[in-house]
């Protein structure tokens, strides 16, 4: 079964910059689309990007929009995600997930990460 193991993230001051890659245990050429989400504490679980197979669609939440960007590299089985200009209210677990199909609601994607913590504070 696909899984998919992310890395990254951690403590940031805001205004600063991290990174969170997800690295899939196989071939990802043929999943339709990466999406990109978030969950703080006590809050549910937020959509903020999805990426299509080839990188060509690309679309973010008004939340981030200008902030993040995400891309993907296929031949090393690994999505991007690069989060800019942090503010304390991005503080969140980041997960990445996976489909069959371009962009689905939340809970139609297939496979999903492990979730990685960042943290935005002073």
């Known amino acids: 079964q696909l899984q998919l193991v992310e890395s990254g993230g951690g403590l940031v001051q805001p205004g600063g910059s991290l990174s969170v890659s997800c690295v899939a245990s196989r071939n990802t050429v043929h999943l339709y689309s990466i999406g990109w989400f978030r969950q703080a504490p006590g809050k549910e679980r937020e959509g903020i990007s999805c990426?299509?197979?080839?990188?060509?669609?690309?679309t973010y939440a008004d939340s981030v929009k200008g902030r993040f960007t995400v891309s993907r590299d296929n031949a090393v089985n690994t999505a991007y995600l690069r989060l800019n200009d942090l503010r304390p209210e991005d503080t969140a677990t980041y997960y990445c997930?996976?489909?069959?199909?371009?962009?689905?609601?939340?809970?139609?994607?297939?496979?999903w990460g492990q979730g990685i913590q960042v943290t935005v504070a002073s």
């Open positions: 997930a996976a489909s069959w199909t371009y962009c689905p609601g939340i809970n139609d994607y297939q496979y």
């Open positions: 990426i299509s197979s080839n990188g060509g669609r690309i």
